[in-house]
């Protein structure tokens, strides 16, 4: 089992920055994709940026340009710096890893289904 521990979340207005991390532990054999979701109150998860193991990565266009996503693979711990948070950004994240083989160490997993563990979230609010 793999417990993911999400941090960093806060309540920011508009324009400012936020970093997320989130760290993994328990029994990891290997990571390969690492990612960050959200959900708003009323919509469905969706993906806002991947990074595959060897740090290729894959951002939503809602985000791109704003955010980075970056991972630490001697900690288990992947990152998301948000920059010029807006309000439409509020929502809590989730971060996710795969840690199955399929697609290798250059895979950037896109599909929820694809990732085998996620961690409790972390609530992100912008204000106006």
């Known amino acids: 089992q793999v417990q993911l521990v999400e941090s960093g979340g806060g309540l920011v207005q508009a324009g400012e920055s936020l970093k997320l991390s989130c760290s993994a532990s328990?029994?990891?054999?290997?990571?390969?994709?690492m990612g960050w979701y959200r959900q708003a109150p009323g919509k469905q998860r969706e993906l806002v940026a991947a990074?595959?193991?060897?740090?290729?990565?894959n951002y939503a266009p809602s985000v791109e340009g704003r955010f980075t996503i970056s991972r630490d693979n001697t900690k288990n711990t992947v990152y998301l710096q948000m920059n010029s948070l807006k309000p439409e950004d509020t929502a809590v994240y989730y971060c996710?890893?795969?840690?199955?083989?399929?697609?290798?160490?250059?895979?950037?997993?896109?599909?929820?289904?694809?990732?085998?563990?996620w961690g409790q979230g972390t609530q992100v609010t912008v204000s106006s």
């Open positions: 328990g029994s990891i054999v290997s990571i390969y994709a």
């Open positions: 990074i595959s193991g060897s740090a290729g990565t």
């Open positions: 996710a890893t795969k840690t199955t083989h399929t697609g290798g160490y250059y895979y950037i997993a896109l599909d929820t289904k694809e990732y085998d563990y």
